[in-house]
């Protein structure tokens, strides 16, 4: 570091990491949540980096042709649908392993994005509006940071509804029950199969939702390089919390600033180690994927059926 | 259909259930041939048999979870066909598995309230709260509503299980071994009560069993199964527990058992120092077990499943780590390793051999040679393994131990449990044996199988090795053992010569008393 940081670059850096988590962190709760709703019901789909991509990919191109940025979004999550609801399909097959085809949709996903998403790189499509929350602080900076996006609202909202539906619904209950033994749901006269399909199908959803605030928000445009990852992070995200829908919020959110950090760091005239601090998110991940991996507490509250705690 | 039985339950009556004619075969395989009970309603049914004999067909016929060839069903004099457990479940037919259904994440609450077929979309906790209640009131036994299920005993979630037969008021009850996971004392606990219920015309129970002294004591009528054949029923109160033994396993010959040789004192062997291990959640499983075992002797360890017995077993084996204490042979340290085993003659026979002590896909001749494979006659040089000595071998293994199997070259896998069992044994009673450290060594086997491998244990306790038998099963414990010592909470709470103890003191210190 050449110069002490004044206490005005500090508070700069840290409100700008206070915006940067909230945007960052929204793709990763959207995922997260998938993810969560997913291996809650037993099963783990790691295609859903390809659901998030082609989820971007539709959005952009729906975007562009529609004009509405929110009809894009719908589209995503229908991108994200179908891909979660194939995997579900060839998962319900004898002896095929959820895994093996997780990592083949996640190619297959990026694959499909690439390959229709060709003439989308060009054009500018609308973007979703941010909502302004912090016009009335006077400062530029505050204000800029508290530009929400209303994804992320919805996330947290979801996040709750998730939260609560898992203690107090029907459908919650039962998809706890084939997650944790699914002998016992099959007993019950449960078709196992079946909520597993509906629980990845969703979870595709929320995946292809979390690609279309890739491209329609932030970062905001469709390329090849648009996602770093972030689906496959959110995967080490649920196990960190541990399965539950509010932690996923938080969780995302610690992912959003470790995210923000180099940027914000560079909003202030830190480019020293700039590269360092952007890959904070993927150094988080391994040391939460080493730590939970050791953590006896998580594996307590792991779902029984996850073929990773067999 | 109702499932909430808020009103006086005894004002419903028990179900009468007869079973007419049922047959099921599985290719060529007769699994049940015309076989009929007779289940009166309030009565306590017991149905015997051994292993394979076909009990699980009748009741799976029954459950509908096997459409069967022939045969009818009646319920209350009236002809009923149950196609799905779901039809069953409509008749008001129930039934608690020998492995639970609860889910382990949710609450005993919320296990009962999932279990209901009209359980509404959106569950108002508040009023479930309050129906529950009511309905607990009205039962002989309680379980915490709000308790995780993995939380909760193996009695409890056994409780928990009835009170879900009942609070979706299925009141004709299958239940399949039920207390092999209890202590004596919530054994008699609970059939106590459910014998009650039956009395008070409450509900009708049928129930898979093979304790004799259990349906001697509740039971009210038995039929027998053999080889899917009925081969008796009478009633329990008079029929002697030979008379029920001798219809269960026929002429079968059951060798004599080897006898407890008297042996001069011996010498110390194994002794365990303040043995700590913990579970896979990290949790103690064992908390400073200390145990002295002397050359010819069996040390009976017994205790309720789950109290620690298994990880103690996988200590000496190997198999989980220690967190504290040490085990010493003849004074000497003995860590488990493969060439300790081999030093100090160290051989164990561990419960579930397929799963613990046999790689199920590899041959007969193979896993018989896995303490020999790297000695002479079959490796030499240490490294050049010649299958010539190994199949050798274990022809003369199988002859002498009586395994069933195909050729030395079968799969271990394609044996039947028994075979499996002695196949390990011949592995590992076959030389010099010091130490032997047997689990469950009979769980699941028929009569002769049992006789055989309970026999093989004697002689190697009368050839001077120490044993450490751990067991589910008291009988096979008082049968075997000089010793008998309780684990209770992961640890050795009680310890006495046979001789000197009975059945009462010690399910007194299973139950942790």
Not at chain 2, 452 to 459: G, L, N
Request: proline content about 5%; glycine content about 10%; charged content about 20%.
């Amino acid at each position: 570091m050449n110069a002490t940081i004044s206490d005005g670059a500090m508070v700069t850096a840290l409100i700008a990491m206070l915006g940067g988590a909230i945007r960052v962190s929204t793709p990763f709760m959207f995922v997260a949540l998938g993810e969560c709703l997913t291996e809650k019901s037993g099963r783990i789909n790691l295609g859903l980096e390809g659901s998030l991509v082609l989820g971007a990919m539709v959005a952009y191109a729906a975007s562009y042709l529609t004009g509405s940025p929110w009809t894009g979004v719908l589209f995503a999550g229908c991108a994200g649908l179908v891909l979660g609801a194939l995997h579900g399909f060839i998962c319900k097959l004898p002896k095929v392993n959820d895994i093996a085809v997780g990592i083949a949709f996640m190619s297959f996903g990026t694959g499909l994005a690439f390959f229709f998403g060709k003439p989308y790189i060009q054009p500018q499509a609308p973007r979703l509006e941010a909502i302004h929350l912090g016009d009335w602080t006077g400062d530029p900076r505050l204000a800029q940071a508290l530009e929400v996006n209303p994804l992320f609202f919805v996330g947290v909202g979801l996040a709750l509804f998730m939260a609560w539906a898992f203690r107090n619904t029907r459908f919650g209950l039962i998809i706890r029950m084939t997650g944790d033994s699914a002998a016992a749901a099959k007993a019950m006269g449960v078709s196992v199969d079946l909520v597993r399909f509906i629980a990845t199908a969703v979870g595709g959803f929320l995946a292809g939702i979390g690609g279309a605030f890739l491209s329609l928000y932030y970062p905001g445009s469709w390329n090849q390089g648009l996602s770093s990852g972030q689906g496959l992070m959110a995967v080490a995200l649920v196990i960190f919390a541990r399965w539950g829908p509010l932690r996923c919020i938080l969780a995302a959110l610690l992912f959003g600033a470790a995210g923000a950090l180099g940027p914000s760091l560079q909003s202030v005239g830190i480019s020293q180690g700039y590269y360092f601090f952007n890959a904070a998110p993927y150094i988080l991940t391994l040391f939460i994927m080493v730590a939970s991996a050791r953590s006896k507490a998580a594996a307590r509250e792991a779902p029984g059926e996850l073929s990773i705690t067999k | 259909m109702s499932a909430l039985p808020l009103e006086t339950p005894s004002a419903k009556m028990a179900p009468s259930l007869s079973a007419h004619g049922m047959t099921k075969t599985f290719g060529a395989f007769t699994a049940l041939g015309d076989v009929s009970i007779d289940v009166a309603a309030g009565s306590f049914h017991a149905l015997l048999g051994e292993n394979g004999a076909g009990k699980s067909t009748l009741v799976k016929c029954i459950m509908g979870f096997y459409s069967p060839d022939k045969g009818q069903v009646t319920l209350d004099g009236k002809a009923i066909s149950i196609r799905s457990p779901r039809d069953a479940r409509a008749h008001g037919i129930g039934m608690v598995y020998q492995h639970f259904t609860l889910v382990p994440c949710l609450t005993a609450a919320e296990n009962l309230v999932i279990s209901r077929a009209d359980t509404p979309s959106v569950i108002n906790w508040a009023k479930e709260r309050r129906a529950l209640d009511a309905f607990m009131e009205t039962m002989p036994f309680r379980v915490p509503l709000d308790a995780q299920v993995s939380a909760l005993s193996a009695g409890e979630k056994q409780k928990l299980e009835i009170l879900k037969l009942l609070y979706l008021d299925q009141r004709f009850m299958i239940l399949d071994e039920p207390t092999s996971v209890l202590t004596p004392g919530e054994a008699d606990e609970m059939l106590g009560l459910l014998h009650g219920m039956c009395d008070r015309g409450e509900i009708t129970v049928l129930m898979i069993s093979h304790k004799f002294r259990e349906v001697k004591s509740f039971c009210d009528r038995f039929s027998v199964l053999r080889r899917g054949r009925l081969t008796g029923e009478g009633d329990a109160k008079t029929a002697s527990v030979e008379e029920m033994s001798r219809m269960m396993i026929g002429d079968t010959q059951v060798r004599e058992r080897a006898t407890r040789a008297a042996l001069p004192e011996q010498p110390m062997v194994l002794e365990l120092a303040g043995l700590c291990a913990e579970d896979d959640a990290g949790l103690p499983a064992i908390q400073g077990v200390n145990l002295k075992i002397r050359g010819g002797e069996i040390v009976g360890v017994a205790g309720v499943s789950g109290n620690g017995q298994s990880a103690l077993v996988e200590a000496l084996a190997g198999q989980r780590p220690l967190t504290d204490g040490e085990m010493t042979i003849r004074g000497e340290v003995f860590t488990p390793k493969r060439g300790n085993f081999d030093r100090f003659r160290v051989f164990g026979l561990p419960e579930e051999p397929l799963k613990n002590a046999t790689v199920p896909r590899m041959s007969v001749a193979e896993n018989i040679a896995f303490r020999s494979f790297d000695k002479p006659p079959i490796a030499s040089l240490g490294w050049w393994m010649s299958k010539a000595p190994m199949r050798a071998k274990a022809e003369d293994l199988i002859a002498r131990y009586r395994v069933k199997t195909t050729s030395p070259d079968a799969p271990i896998e394609t044996l039947s449990g028994g075979n499996v069992q002695r196949a390990v044994l011949a592995r590992e009673l076959s030389g010099d044996v010091d130490v032997l450290i047997v689990a469950n060594p009979c769980f699941g086997l028929d009569f002769a199988s049992v006789a055989d491998i309970r026999s093989q244990i004697m002689e190697a306790r009368n050839r001077g090795a120490a044993v450490l038998l751990v067991s589910e099963d008291l009988d096979e414990i008082l049968e075997l053992a000089d010793r008998v010592a309780v684990m209770s909470g992961g640890t050795i709470t009680y310890i006495a010569a046979t001789e000197a103890t009975d059945r009462n003191t010690i399910g007194q210190h299973m139950a942790g008393h």
